[in-house]
């Protein structure tokens, strides 16, 4: 691969760990509507859609809708106030973007989790980094992953060119992404997935740590 003028990532299970907050809030809202817990690899598959399709997938089959509905309002209550607890960027990745950084490459975000937990968690965890933060937009007409349109708005926020830059991510989602919006990918192997699901969804490329990431993303030696 040549080197890259832009990257955008994914966040969860790309450049944040956080699944824990994810699994302990998922549970705290089952439980809360009386509805039986889910195991951490459960919660591992079921995310990567955004958050209300995580508890669409979370609840039993036959959960009525106003439960489903209660649910979710649950969890986006204890996801708000505990969405850091257990919550860090992966080891190695503070130092890939700012080597990113440095090379002079534009870097954004772009993830289906609710806008209000994406622009607080890069916010926090990374600041100054990002030259565009995009969390889940719907109601501005602003489809989620793996439709082009969230990408396709970071590089508008950026003043960027489709040509020049990759899609990383760790999730079939993230591939399907790339592959809409016309632009090369590159997995994660850390991530919620793993080496073998991303080369069996397609990943033309995967990386196993985040230093291997930005020499393939640099095209360094």
């Not at 955008?8 to 699994?23: N, P, S, W, Y």
Request: glycine share 10%; net charge negative.
């Amino acid at each position: 691969m040549p080197a890259f003028e832009t990257v955008v990532f994914d966040l969860d299970g790309t450049l944040l760990d956080t699944l824990e907050d994810l699994h302990l809030s998922t549970n705290a809202a089952l439980a809360a509507n009386g509805l039986p817990p889910r195991t951490l690899d459960e919660v591992r598959r079921f995310v990567g859609n955004g958050i209300r399709l995580l508890i669409e997938r979370a609840v039993p089959d036959d959960t009525p809708a106003d439960v489903v509905d209660a649910t979710f309002a649950s969890f986006k209550a204890h996801y708000g106030a505990h969405c850091e607890d257990h919550t860090g960027p992966y080891p190695g990745v503070p130092e890939l973007l700012a080597h990113l950084k440095a090379a002079g490459v534009r870097i954004a975000v772009v993830s289906n989790k609710a806008d209000f937990a994406v622009q607080e968690l890069v916010a926090r965890q990374f600041p100054g980094t990002f030259d565009a933060v995009i969390g889940e937009c719907e109601e501005r007409g602003i489809r989620k992953k793996p439709a082009p349109d969230m990408v396709e708005e970071a590089l508008r926020h950026m003043g960027a060119e489709r040509n020049g830059m990759v899609y990383v991510g760790d999730s079939e989602v993230d591939v399907a992404t790339a592959a809409n919006v016309g632009c090369p990918c590159v997995g994660c192997a850390w991530g919620f997935r793993g080496r073998a699901a991303l080369l069996a969804d397609g990943a033309p490329v995967v990386a196993d740590t985040p230093s291997e990431l930005g020499r393939i993303l640099l095209a360094e030696a």
